[in-house]
């Protein structure tokens, strides 16, 4: 028998399948089209209320779950518990097993690099890094984290990989930019957007049975559908509704968790908009067609002073659906670039309830109108964002670092 001349890549992450986030779902689609043409193995943690094996195979990839904790991540020194436990046993598992070609990562938790780059160099392979976000700057921007000391380490052990590391990926134009201003050598930074499967996720009719189960389809439904974090500006879009309560048809649909869901649920009541915001938690990816479907109108918020820090992936599933989209950011933000580029939506500034609130008023009125801009944004994201394109790109940059695979009639 002979030897399995494939090339081995280690991949670490927190979040990977079957993790609702989405790291988890993107890292899981990239690691089995990988897997096609390489050994592909995933150090990943524990999921909170899961009782998962420590290693199985999924669709060609193999999974190992470090001894991590799974507390509830809304507390920060929980999560730090959550990270703290998961780096340390990753960081054994890494270089106990079979040594790897090249050690891939993505950034959850944010300094999962510099183990990565411990095994990188420990068996003198490549290390290729994935930036979902740019830390600590976007913890201490959204006020997540204030000690000076906490930050400035942190920011010297994100720049330690980022500055040793082979390649850096950057989702984004901006986020390029971020992460050569913290050291990131710009000859290495490879942008590659996210990207969302435009075969699986495909334009429904507005009314539909998710819509019809929910009481939606008499009503003009402006939707968020994701995660319920401190990025989102999501008290700009409930602070919207209070200039809305003549709109009897108008309903706000948060759809999602997270760090702040309680906080933007007692907003709304606070702000006595309950009856025009809705909220429901993450629905079952099967119906996720038909729920984004079930929306007019997609906010998609990015808190003010965040743009490169971290880019809404969201808003590629969105456009996949043949939705229009409302984005509240900075100019320079990568969504609005993409919503001017492609003429598939409308923009406003962050933090702005009040002009959020005038652009919903005008479409429910008719003044404005979205026609065309869903088919726009659809033909946009199967060109630029399908998961085939996003794939083909990455294949190419790991190419570009181990030596592909042979094929099966080469080996013969």
């Given at each position: ?7 081995r ?16 779902q993107?890292?899981?689609q ?81 300094i ?18 994935i ?25 010297s ?46 334009p429904?009719?507005r ?10 389809d008499?009503?003009?439904v402006?939707?968020h ?7 989102q ?6 602070r ?15 759809i ?7 906080d ?59 939705r ?7 100019p ?54 399908d998961?085939?394109v996003?794939?083909?790109?990455y ?5 570009e670092?181990?030596a ?6 080469s080996?013969r």
């Amino acid at each position: 028998m002979t030897a399995d001349p494939r090339a081995r890549i280690l991949v670490l992450n927190q979040y990977y399948w079957p993790g609702i986030e989405a790291t988890a779902q993107l890292l899981a689609q990239l690691c089995e089209a990988l897997a096609r043409d390489y050994d592909v193995t995933v150090v990943t943690g524990q999921l909170r209320g899961q009782d998962l094996p420590a290693e199985e195979t999924r669709n060609g990839v193999r999974i190992l779950r470090a001894r991590s904790t799974a507390y509830d991540r809304s507390q920060l020194h929980l999560r730090a518990a959550n990270y703290g436990t998961y780096l340390a046993d990753t960081a054994l598992t890494a270089l106990r097993d079979t040594p790897p070609d090249l050690v891939l990562c993505m950034t959850d938790p944010p300094i999962v690099g510099d183990v990565g780059l411990v095994v990188a160099r420990r068996f003198d392979v490549p290390l290729l890094v994935i930036s979902q976000d740019v830390f600590p700057e976007i913890a201490e921007r959204v006020e997540r984290l204030r000690q000076p000391i906490v930050l400035g380490a942190l920011r010297s052990l994100v720049g330690l990989y980022l500055k040793r590391a082979d390649r850096v990926v950057a989702i984004g134009e901006t986020m390029k930019q971020r992460l050569e201003q913290k050291g990131a050598p710009a000859a290495r930074i490879a942008v590659i957007p996210n990207w969302v499967d435009t075969a699986e996720l495909t334009p429904r009719p507005r009314r539909n049975a998710w819509s019809q189960a929910h009481g939606l389809d008499d009503a003009f439904v402006v939707m968020h559908s994701g995660n319920v974090g401190h990025a989102q500006d999501l008290d700009a879009l409930v602070r919207a509704a209070t200039f809305l309560r003549d709109l009897g048809s108008l309903r706000i649909v948060v759809i999602g968790s997270g760090a702040r869901e309680g906080d933007v649920t007692r907003l709304a009541q606070r702000l006595e908009v309950t009856g025009t915001v809705r909220f429901l938690g993450y629905q079952p990816r099967d119906v996720l067609p038909l729920s984004l479907a079930s929306g007019d109108l997609h906010y998609i918020g990015l808190a003010r002073g965040l743009s490169g820090y971290v880019v809404p992936s969201r808003v590629y599933g969105v456009l996949a659906a043949g939705r229009p989209v409302l984005v509240s950011a900075d100019p320079d933000s990568e969504t609005v670039r993409l919503v001017e580029e492609a003429e598939c939506g409308l923009v406003v500034p962050p933090g702005r309830p009040e002009l959020v609130a005038g652009l919903i008023r005008d479409v429910v009125e008719g003044r404005l109108s979205l026609e065309g801009m869903g088919e726009r944004g659809r033909a946009w994201v199967e060109r630029e964002a399908d998961r085939e394109v996003a794939f083909d790109r990455y294949r190419r940059l790991v190419s570009e670092l181990v030596a592909p695979s042979p094929s099966p009639s080469s080996s013969r």
